[in-house]
């Protein structure tokens, strides 16, 4: 069962006030309206009108929150149960308008369709895929998830367009003030006033942005003449599907489906303060949510979904994880899709203002994806993983043309950072994992004082496999402690074979020795009975094996009996 951390406000099972809900889906939709610049970016390719791309906004919005909806849910097959919203997501923009290219809205609708179908099937395989997704390839992923969005963050940071536009110090005052504004809060704000460092700090940039003329009259009244109330137009929605794109299509649906992989593993730390690996059941009923997320987006008209990782981020940054603030969230984004006035508050969001709320969550999820990665102990194996992986994709940012001339079977995999380092990551992780399983043996006689030597020997093989400390600490004490069930059994003086046995998923404890079975009950031995029955202790000692060890299984091999502790990794 998960565990509280100390420092969330609100935990993903309680329940805020209404108020404090609004405010909070509030912050989270300003974000989700980032995604729009995908929207606007992949039909300004195909020549749309600014009417019917504004309608698209609309769908996407009723899409959102439908998503989200289902995400939270916690029950049956479909959701993670986690405060993780679905926006538009960016690794689809260039398969996006490649096939806005050849065949228009049709095709790009019909194909965010099919990438939805790859990934509910991926979902169905997702709890038999722990090889792939260890915390390091998962915390790689999330790390470059939070660095892919620096490039655009540092842009809008500046409030230019691209990397040559002069800066204006009016932009740089505003996001400066708005990260200020939030950090401040977050730091140094008490008791819930942390809730609100976003809301407060979007505020305060939007106040800026008008003292400092960088939110001009000409948006403001964009806002003034939207209609009040609207209902979104379906008149464009048609599907049209191409083989030709099922290949590239499946590499990036991959891509997008270890970041929200990666998105989820991170809300499972982020609620858990024992979190010690990814639960692939949870993710598997997150990532078929996520699925159906881009099916319902592409069949309402809309572009690909996919859990929006800053989402997260905004989370572990404001202390507030629960679900029921979703539901929230959801509502209010289908309202807007009908409500055009208050959607246009959102539209005209100045990018200094983005840019700063941006610098604030990448910070959590960058952190949380290193955190990730050295959950264990860091090995030359996982060195060449996450560098390389890293190394290679961040490559793609700095260096553009790099990969123009790639041959055309390559271009999927080179389609952006994210996909890059993912590919990267998950290929060098299986290709390291050759020779991965190790044992070694030590030898030990009841009776003799051995824990030192069971000590050393299994710390000296923790650090060499990089295992993590607390399961060789378990392994170390079902160890010692079945050395003296042994004693207490009157097989004093026996010769003891002790097989650690390790590859990464599991750490196993096979034990030989000549003598009879001795018993590891379920059930804690009555105290009192220990002091008149000598065979109380020996099961004492059995019971506390069976507490330490994930699974005991014990055989017979002739005159030896062979004890095998399990222990989860």
Not at 282 to 310: E, F, H, V
Request: glycine letters at 8%; aromatic letters at 8%.
């Amino acid at each position: 069962m998960a565990k509280k951390p100390a420092n969330l406000l609100y935990g993903v099972d309680d329940r805020p006030p209404a108020g404090v809900c609004v405010v909070l889906a509030l912050q989270h939709i300003f974000f989700l309206a980032s995604g729009f610049i995908v929207v606007a970016i992949v039909m300004g390719q195909m020549g749309c009108s600014p009417e019917l791309i504004r309608n698209v906004v609309s769908i996407t919005m009723i899409a959102g929150g439908i998503a989200t909806i289902l995400q939270a849910l916690n029950r049956g097959p479909v959701g993670s149960g986690y405060l993780c919203t679905e926006g538009t997501d960016p690794s689809f923009l260039s398969i996006s308008i490649l096939a806005g290219s050849v065949g228009g809205l049709p095709l790009v609708f019909g194909m965010t369709i099919v990438s939805g179908v790859i990934e509910c099937l991926l979902s169905r395989v997702m709890h038999r895929l722990r090889v792939i997704f260890p915390p390091d390839v998962t915390g790689v992923v999330l790390t470059m998830v939070g660095l892919n969005i620096v490039p655009i963050m540092i842009l809008d940071f500046m409030g230019v367009k691209d990397r040559v536009s002069p800066i204006e110090t009016a932009n740089v005052l505003v996001a400066m003030i708005t990260l200020a504004i939030m950090v401040g809060m977050s730091v140094w704000g008490k008791g819930k006033l942390r809730l609100y460092s976003v809301i407060v700090g979007i505020a305060g940039g939007y106040a800026a942005s008008i003292l400092l003329g960088v939110l001009t009259m000409a948006e403001m009244r964009e806002v003034i003449e939207a209609p009040l109330v609207s209902a979104p137009d379906f008149s464009h929605v048609s599907y049209a599907f191409d083989p030709a794109l099922i290949i590239p299509m499946v590499i990036v649906t991959l891509a997008s489906t270890l970041k929200s992989v990666a998105s989820l593993t991170m809300c499972q730390q982020v609620n858990d303060t024992a979190w010690v690996r990814p639960d692939l059941v949870n993710i598997g009923k997150g990532t078929l949510a996520d699925g159906l997320a881009s099916i319902i987006g592409g069949g309402l008209g809309a572009l690909g979904k996919s859990l929006y990782a800053a989402s997260v981020g905004l989370t572990a940054a404001t202390g507030a994880t629960s679900r029921i603030i979703a539901w929230y969230i959801g509502v209010i984004f289908i309202a807007l899709a009908f409500l055009p006035k208050l959607a246009a508050v959102f539209s005209i969001m100045p990018k200094p203002v983005m840019g700063g709320a941006l610098v604030y969550m990448v910070c959590f999820m960058v952190i949380s994806g290193i955190q990730m990665m050295t959950s264990r102990m860091i090995d030359n194996r996982k060195t060449f993983v996450i560098a390389v992986s890293l190394m290679f994709g961040m490559s793609v940012d700095i260096f553009p043309d790099l990969y123009r001339h790639a041959p055309a079977w390559l271009e999927p995999f080179l389609s952006s950072s994210l996909t890059v380092t993912t590919v990267l990551a998950v290929v060098l992780n299986l290709i390291m994992r050759i020779g991965i399983s190790r044992r070694a043996t030590l030898k030990v006689t009841s009776g003799e004082h051995s824990s030192d030597i069971v000590f050393r020997f299994m710390e000296d093989l923790g650090a060499a496999w990089g295992a993590r400390k607390n399961v060789v600490y378990r392994a170390v004490a079902a160890m010692n402690e079945f050395a003296e069930t042994i004693v207490h059994c009157g097989m004093e003086g026996r010769e003891i074979l002790m097989t650690a046995i390790f590859d990464e998923l599991s750490l196993d404890i096979r034990i030989t020795y000549e003598g009879p079975p001795v018993q590891f009950p379920e059930e804690r031995p009555d105290m009192a009975a220990i002091i008149d029955d000598p065979e109380a202790l020996a099961r004492m000692s059995g019971f506390l094996v069976r507490h330490y060890a994930d699974r005991i299984k014990v055989s017979r091999e002739g005159e030896r009996t062979r004890v095998d502790l399990h222990f989860d990794h």
